[in-house]
């Protein structure tokens, strides 16, 4: 079945970084999306960044433009998310989810299962 397994969040200074895995199973990644979103208390899950994994184009939302990158290991079948420069307002829980590549990166609805999540919190 569909898995994915998120892991390196954690608590770091503003101005900190950290890298987070998302491994996944189940699937062959090349003929889907590979995003990661993000949900803080009362908020919706909002999108980060997104992979198409057969091309590899990348998306990334404004707010974290020039702080994050995303990649793949195609041999591992895990999607990295490193971000750097991390601010408070990026304190939130991180999932990854299989979308539909044909899709829109960051709509909630084009994606079909997501991971377990990981916190991350960015102190000032």
């Known amino acids: 079945q569909v898995q994915f397994v998120e892991s390196g969040g954690g608590l770091v200074q503003s101005g900190g970084s950290l890298r987070l895995s998302c491994a996944a199973s189940g699937f062959t990644l090349r003929y889907y999306a590979i995003g990661w979103f993000r949900q803080a208390p009362g908020k919706e899950r909002e999108g980060v960044s997104c992979?198409?994994?057969?091309?590899?184009?990348?998306f990334y939302t404004d707010s974290v433009k020039g702080r994050f990158t995303i990649s793949i290991d195609n041999s591992k079948k895990t999607v990295y998310l490193e971000m750097n420069n991390l601010k408070p307002e990026d304190t939130s829980v991180y999932y990854c989810g299989r979308g539909n590549r044909y899709g829109s990166p960051f709509n909630r609805n084009e994606y079909d299962h997501w991971g377990q999540g990981t916190q991350v919190t960015v102190s000032s």
């Open positions: 992979i198409h994994v057969f091309d590899g184009s990348t």
